[in-house]
């Protein structure tokens, strides 16, 4: 199963939300990566075929997802940004409304709500009303319903917003167990959401992908520009004006130790440090966009 996408391009009015960004995706879990309003949201409405595009193509084992219409609807598994949750129903009831408009059967959605209420570890809360969960347990429910119709593509729009750092982890976790044999694209702009699971990292600017690759390439491609420094007090505010600091804590002699994100070693005493994805999130969006 090969998904492509070819110069995919859309624009609202004068402003251009996604700029011509090609792609291949096979089985795997792809990460995207980007500050918000990068254009991640409209290229994922776009994967689900919620959004034409303006220009370009997607393209299901070389054939449009235009053409294919409800056929490729069939194979896909979406959990947008804002999902729309009904907090007056149980989750139970929630999953086999879901599962009907799927288009699944009666004698199969409750079966297959059942196992996946359980597969989230919902299965003790399913007679409980949508309104009495937490965010994360929404979330749960969320990647469930995606599940209903056990999908070869799954999308993921920023499914871990909100979510405290605990849950964050319980449901990369999810993630990942669901993932095998399908094409999983996952947005965020949380690094640690794509660092531990994602097999592929898609970076995401201005409507553009400036960067891509295995996590590992990404990471080494910093090499050289990750530094520590460690100053008094003045000097160490003049390098968090001059540079992007990552991170700074106090030593135990009173001085200030930085990592610092920048092309050429920045004082003559800085060592160079091993990058993270992290670092080059911030070096890619360091002016902020």
Not at 51 to 74: E, F, K, Q, V
Not at 113 to 141: H, N, P, W
Not at 234 to 263: P, Q, W
Request: aromatic share 8%; hydrophobic share 45%; glycine share 8%.
């Amino acid at each position: 199963m090969e998904l492509a996408i070819d110069r995919l391009t859309r624009q609202f009015d004068a402003k251009i939300a996604v700029d011509r960004v090609s792609a291949t995706f096979v089985p795997g879990v792809y990460g995207l990566l980007g500050a918000n309003g990068a254009g991640k949201t409209t290229l994922m409405r776009m994967l689900c075929d919620v959004l034409r595009p303006t220009s370009g193509h997607i393209l299901l084992d070389g054939r449009d997802i235009c053409s294919l219409g409800s056929d490729y609807r069939a194979q896909l598994g979406y959990l947008p940004q804002d999902f729309g949750y009904y907090p007056e129903f149980t989750a139970l009831d929630f999953m086999e409304y879901m599962a009907s408009l799927k288009g699944i059967s009666r004698s199969s959605a409750r079966r297959r709500s059942l196992e996946l209420l359980d597969a989230v570890s919902l299965i003790g809360e399913a007679r409980r009303k949508i309104k009495t969960f937490s965010g994360g347990m929404k979330q749960r429910l969320g990647i469930a319903q995606a599940m209903l119709n056990e999908p070869k593509i799954l999308v993921l729009d920023e499914p871990t917003a909100g979510l405290d750092p605990k849950e964050r982890v319980r449901f990369r976790n999810l993630i990942a167990s669901f993932a095998q044999d399908k094409i999983v694209v996952l947005s965020t702009h949380i690094v640690s959401d794509v660092e531990h699971i994602a097999d592929h990292i898609i970076v995401m600017r201005a409507g553009a992908f400036i960067m891509e690759g295995k996590p590992e390439s990404i990471v080494h491609s910093m090499e050289g520009r990750v530094w520590e420094c460690v100053a008094a007090e003045r000097e160490a505010a003049d390098l968090e004006e001059r540079f992007t600091v990552a991170n700074a804590h106090y030593t135990a002699d009173g001085r200030t130790a930085l990592r610092i994100i920048a092309d050429e070693r920045p004082t003559l005493n800085a060592a160079p440090l091993a990058p993270t994805l992290e670092d080059v999130y911030l070096y890619m969006f360091r002016d902020g966009q």
